[in-house]
């Protein structure tokens, strides 16, 4: 019932459409968002980082976003989401922060000289659990004196504007300069643990609108804000993993690529993979390529939906979908206790029979010309 013959032609097709809507977009100043710089003084860092995350909760529909969800319930996304990070107020009954990331989010993000953790011939992360602690000129990224994670230093910008984290700066233009007391101290006892934790202890920060605040009065203020459906950074992912699969990496794949990347704080693909990857050629073949795209688009995009997708049209659920979910353990204070990793779950996705969903029965008894799906 589905066509199983490979179509080159429909990559092209693909591309071609990606770079027509590209084309649109631009023309009507449809752009990567970058946040202004505020009349008070930040680090370029601190810049790079609210970009990231004010592309996607930018309350004012950013030039940035194609598409977005008015009408999408991201307050109470925020609510359910969000760290206790300014470690002035006890718990609130408006939030209850018990969603966030598994410890297998960690490691897709780059170290900071842009390339995988695993692939970078100047920072070792073998042992990504060694404790660690955080240095005043890390201070920006992680709280100095503070005991965190091996993994939760060197990394890139999305890291730090994407994830919460124990040891972890929270910056809020609130703050009004980089200098700032907002942080998690997640381990228990923590002044971050007045709500609910998120299992794995690790917080979706990415979602978080920055105008949201803690209140004294056992509350919280947040600002709803349209929900990117498509946004400038997605479309030039897809034309560029449309592209290379048409043609292989030719110039427009890193052309797009890299203005990504740039916006991230990130050196280009050619230049970051010949210093630091111990990999140095996997760009100049399609293959490596792939590979690269597909990690990019799962940085970029983290928390927004679209890696769910992404692995099935990837056929590569089976591999992805059958590990376990993993984080710290939020109940020790000890930061030796605490940064164990620990075992909350056995996903488990059935290949190829869970690619497609099962037809209801009350379908196939109405329509008996209706084929239920393999497997099922």
């Known amino acids: 019932m589905v066509n199983t013959t490979f179509d080159a032609n429909k990559w092209k097709r693909a591309a071609e459409a990606c770079k027509e809507a590209i084309d649109a977009c631009e023309a ?43 009408v999408a319930s991201t307050n109470n996304l925020q609510a359910v989401t969000v760290a206790h990070f300014n470690l002035l107020y006890g718990a609130s009954s408006a939030a209850i922060a018990d969603q966030g990331a598994t410890y297998k989010t960690t490691q897709f993000f780059y170290t900071k000289n842009g390339v995988p953790i695993n692939e970078d011939n100047s920072l070792d992360f073998s042992n990504p659990t060694t404790l660690r602690t955080g240095t005043a000129a890390e201070g920006l990224n992680n709280t100095q004196n503070y005991v965190s994670a091996r993994i939760n230093f060197d990394r890139e910008n999305r890291y730090y504007a994407f994830l919460g984290f124990d040891g972890g700066i929270w910056y809020m233009p609130s703050s009004l300069g980089d200098q700032t007391t907002l942080r998690v101290e997640g381990r228990a ?51 560029a993993e449309a592209l290379n699969e048409s043609e292989g990496p030719v110039a427009n794949v890193f052309t797009y690529l890299d203005l990504i990347r740039t916006r991230a704080g990130l050196k280009g693909i050619k230049e970051s993979w010949d210093t630091y990857s111990n990999n140095p050629s996997k760009y100049t073949t399609k293959d490596g390529m792939r590979t690269i795209i597909r990690q990019e688009r799962t940085i970029e995009l983290c928390f927004e939906g679209s ?70």
């Open 307 to 376: 890696r769910f997708w992404d692995v099935r049209r990837w056929k590569i659920a089976g591999a992805e979908l059958n590990t376990n979910v993993q984080g710290w353990d939020v109940n020790q204070s000890a930061p030796e206790l605490y940064y164990r990793l620990t075992t909350f779950a056995a996903q488990r996705f059935v290949s190829p029979r869970d690619y497609l969903w099962p037809i209801a029965e009350s379908n196939l008894l109405v329509n008996d010309n209706l084929v239920q799906n393999p497997g099922w």
């Open 28 to 70: 009507v100043n449809i752009r990567l968002h970058v946040y202004p710089r505020p009349p008070y003084a930040l680090s370029d860092t601190t810049l790079i980082q609210l970009s990231l995350r004010n592309a996607v909760t930018d309350d004012d529909w950013n030039e940035e976003l194609i598409w977005g969800s008015s």
């Open 189 to 239: 006892g923590g002044r971050s643990t007045g709500t609910p934790m998120p299992l794995t202890g690790l917080f979706a920060k990415k979602l978080i609108n920055l105008k949201f605040a803690w209140l004294a009065s056992n509350g919280i203020t947040n600002q709803r804000y349209p929900w990117p459906i498509m946004r400038l950074a997605d479309l030039y992912l897809l034309y």
